[in-house]
């Protein structure tokens, strides 16, 4: 069960607010938009996953305290290199395998 990150009680996964200090939890009103929070004097950009690759064009950036798009750069991972799809060699040369097959037919033509 969550914690309400100012008077550290236990509240609902689900509430909007906290019940004790009606600190606010979500943003708009809606349960499934998470309204993340500073915990430091330190704004959430500069921890941000979109502040770090320039994507966020909120006007709270770079300060916000406050923000319902957050995403720490710890939740980034590193891709597993066994799943990278790897591309076969020949894919590389295609063309150049195109144009000798068609230089061995016409010459298979021209023979026969
Ligand atoms: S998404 Fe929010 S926390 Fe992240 S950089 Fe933009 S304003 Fe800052
Ligand atoms: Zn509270």
Redesign the pocket.
């Known amino acids: 069960m969550p914690v309400c990150p100012r008077c550290d009680r236990s509240i609902p996964e689900t509430a909007l607010s906290c019940p004790y200090c009606k600190l606010k939890l979500k943003a708009h009103g809606h349960p499934g938009m998470t309204l993340y929070r500073a915990e430091s004097n330190t704004p ?2 500069a921890t ?1 996953l ?2 770090a690759d320039d994507s ?1 064009n ?1 006007s ?3 300060d ?1 305290m406050t ?1 319902t ?3 720490p750069l710890s939740a980034v991972s590193e891709p597993d290199p066994k799943a990278v799809y790897r591309i076969p060699w020949w894919r590389k040369y295609r063309l150049w395998i195109a144009l000798a097959g068609l230089i061995a037919v016409s010459l298979l033509v021209a023979v026969l």
């Open positions: 959430l950009c941000c979109y502040d966020c909120f709270k950036r770079p916000a923000c798009l957050y995403q």
